[in-house]
């Protein structure tokens, strides 16, 4: 079936170091993919999609490129903030699934000052 | 973007009791409605699909009659978690979509329920 694979979490920063999360996928087809914050707290926001292969999503100085090839969609950001502080989520949803979500396991983020 | 709310933020109840979250899209009107499950530092697991005014497609290893879910309206659907059991506490999480299938889904805040 269907998976999303993230890495191993927790990961911690320095504020305004360089930020990858990668994620890896298990689907046939097209799958559509997501990237999903959850602040402290509250529920999950979508951060950034992509839709078709080579496609990029981008948001709020983040970024991540739909690659086929290596059925990856792995999370950058140039320079984190103490905001950014959360959990990313790498989820999929199957072409012929409508809009299902499969999630990863969640990678915890913390930016120090 | 979009809002939804959820309803409690926290329960806490008996063992043997029901419990009822509802989910709520506050600025659409959200024909599916999902409802996802997550226990700590772990991811969600989708439990249910509703769609507005049909019966709920629950995921393999659901039970249905333990945890019912009503979409009676296009902004309110409920989840009610019937004789809970300690088990049962975890964080609860909805999720409600527009018309197409392509549009994105809005998230609840959740709602955490304790199960003494």
């Known amino acids: 079936g269907d998976s999303v694979t993230q890495m191993e979490g927790p990961v911690t920063l320095s504020e305004e170091a360089f930020l990858t999360i990668n994620c890896t996928y298990t689907a046939t087809g097209y799958p559509s993919l997501f990237w999903y914050v959850q602040y402290p707290g509250e529920g999950l926001q979508l951060l950034l999609k992509a839709t078709k292969a080579d496609d990029k999503g981008s948001n709020k100085g983040f970024e991540a490129t739909y690659r086929k090839e290596t059925t990856s969609f792995h999370l950058e950001k140039g320079s984190v903030q103490v905001s950014d502080s959360a959990v990313y989520f790498c989820?999929?949803?199957?072409?012929?699934?409508?809009?299902?979500?499969?999630f990863g396991e969640g990678t915890q983020l913390t930016v120090n000052p | 973007g979009a809002v939804v709310s959820q309803h409690p933020s926290r329960v806490i109840c008996k063992s043997g009791t029901s419990v009822k979250i509802e989910c709520r899209s506050l600025d659409f009107q959200a024909t599916t409605m999902f409802w996802y499950r997550q226990f700590p530092k772990q991811s969600l697991m989708l439990m249910a699909t509703?769609?507005?005014?049909?019966?709920?497609?629950?995921e393999q290893g659901v039970e249905k009659d333990k945890f019912l879910i009503n979409h009676a309206s296009l902004t309110l659907s409920t989840l009610t978690v019937t004789s809970a059991h300690p088990e049962d506490s975890s964080f609860y999480i909805c999720s409600a979509r527009g018309w197409s299938y392509t549009d994105t889904q809005y998230f609840g805040p959740g709602t955490r329920l304790t199960v003494l």
């Open positions: 509703s769609n507005e005014g049909s019966k709920a497609t629950y």
């Open positions: 989820a999929l949803s199957p072409e012929t699934s409508g809009s299902r979500l499969t």
